[in-house]
């Protein structure tokens, strides 16, 4: 059976694969060698402008030359490497391999030995997974993010002055603005980006066990602490862990994982606030013709984005704590299980992508049923009983909660009529009438400032 959207075990691959094939470039197996092949392009010339003294011979342009390997890196390159990785039985070697025959082809064959100088697998696997991660996050990831909150915040200011009824408990309660609500979440998504954006992408680099032994053994002159942060800082853009065993420690990961996570959380939260909203009718749905909301119910317009949204929200949520969870955690020196657990990072990225554009195309759908929401409004008057209590309570009114309490929790019906009759006949000031009178579930709204 050959390998197709339809073919492909995870959705990911089929069902969403338009919606995350862009991912590919990051997170793919192809990925992750032409990241490696740019971190062994990026060592050696930074250790030929140390200079190394067995480098001096080699010039500008082979460097120049060298930097093409990476930006010409094609399909059939990676292919080349999973061949020779047929035989070493280790991707990381069969990189080195690939780029020693490339070596020998642009001259360079007396310096070949240099290509993974002093390193482990592990130098190259903990520089080049974050630098894929955190060119995916601001290239990818992020913008996404960005574009459903301004869809967001759009949609907040543009309702921003409709009341509508709070629901607390799922009970009445008092009421608020319905732009008010959704940018709860917009400030929320801004708050965990704002802390997001501290968390910085590590990377390890300090050979077999992280103590430079090979680089020190070779070259007792060179700092080669000061090398390394020099050159995962401004080679990769990264931020050099200092003290680590064969591998990374992963708790930067970690908390990016984890901040993830609670961009999620929040856009479940809305996903469900949403969905609910049009359960009880104050949002209809844009129908696209042709489009079938249930095969048996010809009537119904089911909020699907909002529910594939939360699903793949979940999933990605599920694995994203596997991740932060295992990754800190290796036996002594290093075990293998980061490895093969590190390699799905893509998947909860990938799963991400698909609740954001789900809920970008969900959001793009509404249409606000304004009727409703104030009909709503307009059958709950018991709501402004909290306002007309605590203007007793500063007026010196005896007991006014309990007062309001007997009024609202005996009578089956409170409209505007049943209000005012109780407000006529409260012990009161007629200014003081006055002012309760003009209390109501429309104007009952409080404040709020974006």
């Not at 197709?4 to 919606?19: M, Q």
């Not at 949609?155 to 921003?160: D, F, L, M, Q, T």
């Not at 606030?273 to 095969?295: A, C, H, L, P």
């Amino acid at each position: 059976m050959l390998f197709s959207s339809l073919t492909a075990v995870s959705p990911i691959d089929g069902r969403y694969h338009n919606t995350t094939e862009t991912l590919a470039n990051y997170f793919s197996e192809y990925a992750l060698i032409r990241y490696r092949v740019k971190v062994e392009i990026a060592y050696f010339i930074a250790l030929a402008k140390l200079p190394l003294p067995q480098l001096k011979s080699v010039s500008e342009q082979q460097l120049q030359q060298l930097l093409k390997i990476e930006e010409e890196f094609s399909e059939n390159d990676a292919a080349h490497i999973k061949e020779i990785e047929k035989t070493t039985n280790h991707d990381v070697k069969a990189v080195e391999y690939f780029l020693k025959e490339k070596f020998d082809q642009l001259g360079l064959k007396e310096v070949k030995e240099f290509i993974h100088f002093g390193l482990t697998s592990q130098d190259i696997n903990n520089t080049a997974t974050p630098l894929s991660l955190k060119e995916a996050w601001e290239e990818v990831l992020a913008p996404q993010i960005v574009q459903v909150t301004s869809l967001l915040r759009e949609k907040a200011i543009s309702w921003e002055n409709v009341p509508m009824l709070a629901r607390t408990h799922g009970q009445p309660a008092s009421p608020t603005r319905l732009g008010k609500e959704l940018y709860v979440f917009v400030d929320r998504i801004k708050e965990q980006l704002s802390l997001l954006s501290s968390i910085p992408f590590s990377a390890k680099f300090g050979g077999a066990t992280g103590n430079f032994n090979a680089h020190v053994a070779a070259y007792s002159h060179v700092d080669w602490i000061e090398f390394a942060n020099r050159f995962v800082t401004d080679s990769l853009g990264l931020k050099r862990s200092q003290v680590t065993t064969q591998i990374d420690h992963y708790d930067h990961m970690a908390a990016f994982f984890d901040a993830l996570k609670r961009i999620n959380t929040i856009f479940i939260d809305l996903d469900r606030d949403v969905w609910t909203y049009i359960s009880m009718n104050y949002f209809r749905q844009k129908i696209k013709k042709g489009e079938v909301g249930s095969s048996a119910m010809p009537h119904k317009v089911n909020p699907i984005d909002f529910e594939n949204s939360e699903g793949n929200f979940g999933i990605a949520n599920a694995v994203f704590e596997h991740l932060s969870a295992k990754l800190p955690i290796s036996r002594l020196q290093r075990d293998l299980t980061d490895s093969t657990v590190s390699r799905n990072i893509g998947v909860p990225i990938a799963h991400m992508m698909i609740g954001l554009k789900s809920l970008e195309r969900g959001l793009h759908k509404l249409i606000l049923a304004e009727d409703v929401v104030q009909a709503d409004l307009e059958a709950n008057w018991v709501v402004v009983a909290e306002g007309i209590q605590t203007i007793l309570r500063r007026e010196g009114f005896p007991e006014p909660y309990e007062v309001l309490k007997e009024l609202t929790r005996t009578n089956q019906v409170i409209d505007k009529e049943t209000i005012a009759v109780f407000v006529e006949k409260l012990d009161v000031s007629g200014s003081v009438k006055k002012e309760l009178l003009t209390l109501s579930p429309q104007t009952y709204v409080g404040i709020f400032k974006v």
